[in-house]
């Protein structure tokens, strides 16, 4: 090829690269969020101890405010904010420059790795339900006081607040929350397990899922009631004791089961209302999925 020839290919190869990239990419979805860890419609933030930033980048014009209803924040109208929010689930309004407008979900969390995996379970536990066990602190319960005491027989089974601690309107509330949660993700269920205690009794009774087989252990007891301390391996061996194939298990019980446990730095403070997620692998054992903090069943 001489010169001429091999000028004239490189102008032509020149003028159909300049063609070919003014062309629209067909597969370059529009109004979309490019930040890093923004994954199946949530957008996850590192928290950390001071304030720290949230950026929100997209690839078309749009606009941030507060959502309302439900948990938000102020926002600058271009995505940026300075904020000394806690771990959580959160909402912000975005309007796109083409009108449309979305609710976006902002998780914080110390463990981003760990609540994406989480998430992404509850979203897909209808199809893949297989080994998955729900673990959640007893809901809210604030009136009276465990009394403690060995004359009483069984105190502490007493749904009177005079003898232990009992569920308040809160923990009520929050346990329909997370029945609802339940029953959006169509979650299918194999049994409930439940500590001997009124308030962890009393959760399963609030979530109201119809026709779920709930058993009563004492392993799980709160300390109060159980001399056993820590309890974490008597927990790994309910999940075994009662797992059933493509099918969930759901436990309440009290703080105990955390204590001492290797997953504690990832669900702390777990508060009451919390839970985790375990998984039953093929050998038998648990391992840790994720935590599942109240605030997280407003996702769904």
Not at 113 to 127: G, L, Q, T, V, W
Not at 188 to 212: H, I, W
Request: glycine content about 6%; overall charge negative.
């Amino acid at each position: 090829m001489n010169l001429q020839n091999s000028f004239k290919l490189i102008i032509g190869l020149l003028f159909l690269g300049q063609l070919m990239s003014c062309q629209p990419d067909a597969e370059a979805p529009s109004n979309t969020i490019l930040s890093e860890n923004y994954q199946d419609g949530i957008f996850y933030q590192q928290y950390a101890e001071d304030a720290y930033e949230i950026e929100i980048r997209t690839n078309a014009p749009a606009t941030f405010s507060r959502a309302s209803p439900g948990p938000t924040f102020d926002i600058d109208p271009s995505g940026k904010t300075l904020v000394t929010l806690e771990p959580g689930a959160y909402f912000v309004e975005l309007e796109w420059e083409d009108g449309t407008k979305e609710r976006l979900p902002i998780v914080i969390t110390k463990f981003i790795p760990e609540a994406k995996n989480a998430i992404s379970a509850m979203k897909n536990m209808s199809n893949d339900p297989d080994g998955y066990v729900l673990i959640f602190r007893h809901a809210d319960s604030r009136d009276g006081e465990d009394i403690r005491d060995d004359n009483i027989p069984e105190w502490w089974k007493s749904c009177d607040p005079a003898l232990a601690r009992q569920m308040n309107d809160r923990g009520k509330q929050n346990s329909k929350r997370i029945g609802d949660g339940i029953r959006n993700l169509n979650i299918p269920l194999n049994k409930g397990v439940s500590s001997e205690f009124c308030r962890a009794r009393q959760t399963f009774e609030y979530m109201e899922l119809d026709n779920l087989q709930v058993i009563i252990d004492a392993r799980l007891n709160h300390e109060n009631a159980n001399p056993k301390r820590p309890i974490f391996g008597d927990l790994n061996n309910i999940i075994s004791e009662n797992y059933e194939p493509n099918k969930v298990l759901l436990i309440v019980g009290h703080f105990n089961m955390m204590e001492q446990s290797p997953y504690l730095p990832y669900v702390e403070p777990f508060s009451m209302s919390d839970g985790l997620m375990m998984k039953r692998n093929s050998d038998g054992t648990q391992k840790f999925v994720g935590y599942i903090p109240l605030s997280y069943w407003n996702l769904f």
